[in-house]
């Protein structure tokens, strides 16, 4: 993956990751073989930032069966 933006996929946007923004700390869904220090450098190259730590979590997307 070259460009940034085929990482960083879209913010993540709800009460729990808007708490963690006013201590720095913000959520994005990326690109599910992103590595690390590809989501390091693509949010550093599309916010002009520098990255401290970067957590990542595998999620399953819920599918419902109605």
């Known amino acids: 993956m070259k460009d940034p933006r085929d990482?960083?996929?879209r913010p993540v946007?709800?009460?729990k990751s808007y708490?963690?923004?006013?201590?720095g700390v913000y959520t994005f869904e990326?690109?599910?073989s992103a590595s690390k220090p590809e989501?390091?450098?693509a949010v550093q190259r599309i916010f002009?930032?520098?990255v401290v730590k970067v957590n990542t979590l595998?999620?399953?997307?819920?599918?419902?069966?109605?």
């Open 58 to 66: 595998n999620r399953q997307i819920g599918i419902a069966h109605v």
């Open 19 to 23: 708490a963690g923004s006013s201590a």
């Open 7 to 9: 990482v960083i996929i």
């Open 30 to 32: 990326v690109h599910p």
């Open 13 to 15: 946007v709800s009460e």
């Open 39 to 41: 989501i390091r450098d």
């Open 48 to 50: 002009n930032v520098q």
